[in-house]
């Protein structure tokens, strides 16, 4: 059921989205690429464990927060598409690396999309101001990491659901 919706965002962003592809430069492609397979490589290095004493099969048991740099790099600079397939590149590599689980794909690339409409967001004043430093951004975005997390573990766990929410709120405290 959450890949559904997943998907359905996806077109959802696609489709409001579909001027940026009009207007995509040659240099934009070569950010876009490049920070692609930073972003690949990043989400497969440096796993943090979460606890030690996580059964392997949660979905996310450790997370890869250098995987978000790319993401967070092309956040500042790239339309908003582009910037969702660096972040479902990530996700990749952090799928390969240790859940085989297809929603962490979506994880990445909606966290990364939320990065970017806070820094690339045009209002005025002092909170608007902050929402724009990378620093503030990527904090809430570690925060909208973490929620999509234990979103995934509770839609994937193979157990009653108050067991899945159980583990869900051990990997949402971490």
Do not use: E, K
Request: proline residues 5%.
């Amino acid at each position: 059921m959450l890949l559904i919706l997943y998907l359905a965002l996806t077109v959802v962003l696609f489709y409001a989205y579909r001027a940026d592809f009009r207007h995509f430069s040659s240099r934009q492609r070569n950010w876009t690429s490049g920070l692609a397979v930073l972003a690949l490589i990043a989400g497969l290095m440096f796993p943090l464990d979460l606890f030690p004493d996580l059964p392997a099969n949660l979905p996310v048991a450790a997370l890869t927060l250098v995987a978000l740099i790319p993401a967070l790099l092309a956040a500042a600079f790239l339309p908003v598409t582009a910037v969702f397939l660096i972040g479902v590149s990530s996700g990749l590599g952090m799928m390969l690396g240790q859940s085989q689980n297809v929603l962490v794909l979506f994880n990445a690339g909606f966290t990364a999309v939320f990065a970017t409409l806070l820094m690339q967001q045009n209002y005025r004043g002092q909170l608007c101001r902050w929402l724009r430093q990378p620093v503030v951004a990527g904090i809430l975005t570690a925060f909208v990491l973490t929620f999509l997390s234990g979103l995934t573990t509770f839609a994937a766990a193979d157990a009653p659901w108050l067991t899945a929410l159980d583990q869900t709120l051990v990997v949402m405290r971490a």
